[in-house]
């Protein structure tokens, strides 16, 4: 009965119906169901959805005035690990908290370890969702509060395909 | 035109024989023991055509079945595997030079004669055929591999089978060989 | 009867018109494998040539995308893929390795793919006359257009003949690239290609004891169970029992050519965990385009070989089960050049079905697999076939 059971490929023919199974699935109804059933998506046209904690790109954030809010406390330049935040304390007229007049961020170091994030006592600066962060030149890694190429307000312009960032009404920099 | 293909059908016999001697030619001339090889399946390949130029199809598919595809590739398999390049200094091959141009002299005039007697006189006048009972229901040239089987095996079912002891003993001797040296 | 003209202007035709259908089948087969294991691991397969997001396809999958379908050009815009394929390969760099030997780095590809596309001279596609040219035609007017392009009686031995030259181009190739890697994939595949000739060889010889002709016309007619008049001009038919030692050398016939044309679950020569990629690790260019030319047509050669023995060839049911269909029938009675296609696509299906549903075997495990199953098995089979003609 041993031989019989080593003679006959019943394991390979239980595999190749479970992979028929999802072969005719998958052609069959593939463009038909309401729900998607594959794992893969066409990228660029589609948004990704991504997990709420994810950690992307740091961001700073402005409150409902357009003020921003960063109070220079320097926690977070504190406690980064790699120290790769540099903040320039400042006054500016009609407010009395201090002012940022330099928030230097460089991000080819930076671990994203959101440490920063939650030493942040007022809620002024995030991880946010994008993760296209490729650039063509070396320098447009150290994003400042203005640069050309991106700064630290908005998304990189290399992630304007990236619906989940901008189109995305769970995304924090959804417009 | 037709008279021109029908021309160049009734010698490719001769084209691919030559072809065959110039790969056996470059068999023995060239200096990697590769190219040697590569050369001989050329020539395994050559003599397998020229089978079929002369319709005895089952031959030259046999030619091909075994030479080319069996034990040239065994050649090549041993070749690949031993590095030939240091016997380069020993000489070892010229010991056989003096012996063997006498020998390969006496070949070509064997060759020459046999040549001379039966391609350009007339044919022999007694063909190796099958007897004519053995023949019965079979269309020879067009069922070529029925009639090689037929002569095999019911009109030299003998020689045959000492040819397979032959292979058999040549079997055991390697089996012999390999084990003794194993022991060893 | 034809004049020696005539039959080389239908020879030239003849082998234009097979080859270009090759030719057409292997670049379609590259895509179908991208697709077929895409859905196997639920996935979409190649859904594009180059990553466009503007334009006119890109604007209607975004719509489609917003109507929570997969968009319908998804099925199609992966079809470029096959032409950006070829066209990659024409145009990248030929490179040959340093100290290479390079006449056999040249001619091995060469040595590969002229075998694999040689098989296909004595297949036979359809038993018959397809079409008949009509009598304007200059040359060839008036001439039938055969389903076959040659019909020797030695057919089945030609094909094994020229099936193990193929092998050659492997071994020296790994040989020449002057590299380990290679080396060692050349000769891993030459073991495991001579190796399962053997029984490769004697899952045919069922086919052969059954019949007792070579002829591949012959061959695939009677193993279809209808009745058939030889050359002598008797009138056979194969016995119905005889499906048993059919059915399982099918089988057997379909994993013996795994195994000879280097494909998954037995791709040792070119297994990427351990050996870069084998055998064409230095190629690069057209070079390593034609081995991989040969290798789908060596894909396509095996699936004609099996459908055209075992799987009833031009007619509908396999394994000699042909009979059970009434001669009344008007389409499935008839052998018919889909038939034999669809069965020749579907074993292509199952190549790429087993690709994506087993791993592959380690070399101890293939070599016992060929040497102490498959070997006994087959004969055991074979003796069962000519017990079978003996008696019935």
Known sequence: ?175 | MNALFITIGQNLFFVFGLLACAGAAAMVLSKSAVHSVLSFLFSMIMVAACFLCLSAEFLGMAQLLIYAGGIVVLFLFVVMLVELTKYKEKSLFALQTKWSIPLILVAMATFAYTMKSNLFNAPASVALTLPPDLVQGLSVSAQNAQSVSRGLFAGFLLPLEILSVILLVSLVGALVLAKSERVA | MMTPVQQVVMAIIQITVLVSIILLIVPLMTFAERKVIGYIQVRLGATRQAGGIRGFAAGINKLSWAMGRIPILSFFRGLPVFAADGLKLLLKEDIVPDRADRFVFVIAPVICMIPAFATFAVICFYPGTLFTFPTTFPIIGGLPFTGFLTDINVGLLYIMAVGSIGVYGIVLGGWASNSKYPLLGGLRSAAQIISYEIPLSLSLLVAVVLSGTLNFRELSLYLAGVPMVTAAGEIVQMPLIAAIPLFFGFFFYITCGFAETNRVPFDLAEAETELVSGFHTEYSGMKFAWFMLAEYANMMAVSAIAAGFFLGGHYLLPFGLQRFVPDSIPFLAQPSLLFFFGKVFFLLFTFLWVRATLPRYRYDQLMSVGWKWLIPVTLVNLVIAATIRLIF
Do not use: W
């Open chain 1, 1 to 175: 009965m041993s031989i019989l059971k080593k003679l006959l490929p019943l394991d390979i023919a239980s595999g190749m119906k479970l992979t028929g199974k999802y072969f005719g699935r998958n052609f069959l109804q593939a463009n038909r169901s309401k729900k998607h059933i594959h794992i893969t998506v066409e990228y660029p046209e589609t948004p990704i959805s991504i997990a709420p904690r994810f950690r992307g790109r740091l961001q700073m954030l402005r409150d409902e005035q357009g003020e921003i809010k960063c109070v220079c406390c320097l926690a977070c330049e504190k406690i980064c690990p790699t120290q790769v935040i540099t903040i320039s304390k400042g006054k500016k007229e009609g407010r009395k908290t201090p002012f940022p007049t330099r928030y230097d961020f460089e991000m080819e170091r930076c671990i994203f370890c959101e440490f920063c994030v939650e030493s942040c006592g007022f809620d002024s600066i995030i991880l946010n969702h994008q993760f296209e962060l490729a650039a063509y030149n070396r320098e447009d890694f150290s994003i400042g509060m203005e640069g050309q190429f991106q700064d630290m307000f908005r998304v990189s312009p290399v992630g304007q395909h990236s619906i989940s960032s901008t189109k995305n009404p769970d995304s924090p920099d959804y417009t």
